[in-house]
């Protein structure tokens, strides 16, 4: 793969996502890759759920005990719930318009959930969090400026599959100046922007 090649023939884009791409001004594996993060999900230090705030952005552990299968609603969207609990309380998580995502929640697993916490005092939620398995460790995960209809993962996965297999990539400053000033070459500096090692 290239820096010149069309982004859609990187993993999981395609021709369909690829038009989305376009919105945002992303026709190439390069462009792709000089969309910088606007931030990241530290799953670092995760915090209980009794004692998540509400209304700001957080994450918590908690282990999977339930999935309700998706139920249509007004609108024609669809809502899937997963309750899930850690030893301070209960969190419910709903997804919209998210068929597969019961597929990657396993009862009886832990994981890292990313988002605002609202609800109630007696039952709070967790509305289309982020998450990752707990056992992985929580890395820092990249956070895309989105459009055109792109969802973060649509954008964080072929990411990281272009620095997987990007195979040219010419440095813009020499390789003295490089060592002179305990610079990253450019594939690394890349690297480091879109997978920070925390």
């Not at 019961?102 to 916490?117: N, P």
């Not at 820092?140 to 297999?165: C, D, S, T």
Request: some cysteine; aromatic content about 8%.
């Amino acid at each position: 793969m290239h820096w010149d090649d069309d982004v859609q023939y990187l993993k999981g884009v395609g021709p369909k996502r690829a038009e989305k791409f376009a919105h945002l001004g992303i026709h190439t594996v390069g462009d792709l890759l000089c969309l910088y993060p606007r931030g990241y999900i530290d799953y670092s230090n995760p915090l209980p759920v009794a004692t998540a705030p509400y209304g700001t952005p957080c994450t918590v552990r908690a282990e999977v005990l339930h999935k309700t299968p998706p139920v249509r609603i007004s609108g024609g969207r669809t809502m899937a719930r997963v309750q899930c609990a850690d030893d301070t309380g209960a969190l419910e998580l709903v997804f919209f318009n998210n068929p597969y995502v019961l597929d990657k929640l396993a009862i009886g697993e832990e994981y890292l959930f990313y988002g605002k916490v609202g609800g109630a005092f007696t039952q709070r939620e967790m509305v289309a969090p982020t998450f990752v398995p707990a056992a992985g460790g929580g890395a820092p995960a990249p956070l895309y400026p989105l459009g055109g209809g792109l969802k973060n993962h649509e954008v964080a996965k072929p990411a990281e599959h272009a620095l997987q297999v990007l195979e040219d990539l010419t440095d813009p400053l020499p390789p003295q100046l490089l060592e002179k000033y305990r610079l990253p070459g450019k594939l690394q500096a890349l690297r480091m922007l879109h997978r920070p090692a925390g």
